[in-house]
């Protein structure tokens, strides 16, 4: 698809700061808040000049604040491509200033010169969203499951038993609100899956691996986007942060072959005990 315009987002909570370039050089900058009628507001005003074909937005990958921008340009057939922030800046060249706008037309620059780099958005790319989302909350309440069962445990036998018995009821019914809670958003999130043929098929496939159970399996199909983030599993290998690499200068310095510190530690971690089982 040929482009004509780029559109660079810089998303923060409150506002989007946006620039426009053309490939003959026109260049516009705007500021509008981050809220559905704002989003619409500036699209249709956009429309009158622009066919939506020739349009590229691109936008730094910024969690749910992203989610408004997300849904009008999924929603009107807009070509959005979210990136992350680390790449925009790394090929951004030595920055001596940072300020929004600056931001947005640094986005605006990587969108046109990386161009044949884009990866736009799908609907699956939704459903993958969503089910991230659901995990992060899943785990929060994982981790607060655990800590009030710690709790349960070590005041057993050193405080008063009246006391104890008292605290641990209540925990208890902490912890079991907890699990239903945790149970639910498994069915919310095997839901959302199974509701994609493609991703259901990929969780399949990965599940019959030894040692991979659901959460591996569903954190796995996040971090690819679906198998789509990397071109082969040597990249994935360099995310997960398992694929040594040598560190040389010269003659003089020279160390040991050794992993990187930039990697996805999570799933490293989960990799690691599935290996182990």
Known sequence: MKFKTFIGIDVSKLTLDICLVTLDGEIENFKIENKDLSIGKFFKKLEKSRAW??????????????????VFCMGNGIALWLESGAEIRLRSGVQRRKD???????????AMRYVDK???????????????????ERDMYIRDRAKYKSQIRDFEGYIDSDVYKAKAKRLKRQVESLTKLIDLLDQQIEGQLM?????????????????????????????????????????FSCHVGVAPFSFE???????????SNRANKDLKTLFHMAALS
Do not use: W
């Open 195 to 235: 509701g994609s043929e493609k991703l259901a098929r990929q969780k399949e496939i990965l599940v019959s691996v030894g040692g991979v159970g659901d959460k591996v399996a569903t954190e796995t199909i996040i971090a690819t986007q679906g198998f789509t983030k990397f071109g082969s599993g040597r990249q």
């Open 249 to 259: 200068s010269g003659t003089s310095q020279r160390s040991r072959r050794k992993v």
């Open 118 to 136: 884009a990866r736009l958005q799908t609907l699956d790319d939704k459903v993958i969203e969503t089910v991230k989302l659901l995990g992060s």
């Open 53 to 70: 074909g020739e349009v590229l937005v691109c936008a730094e990958h910024t969690g749910h604040y992203s989610n408004p921008l997300k």
């Open 100 to 110: 929004d706008k600056i931001d947005a037309e640094r986005i605006a620059e990587y």
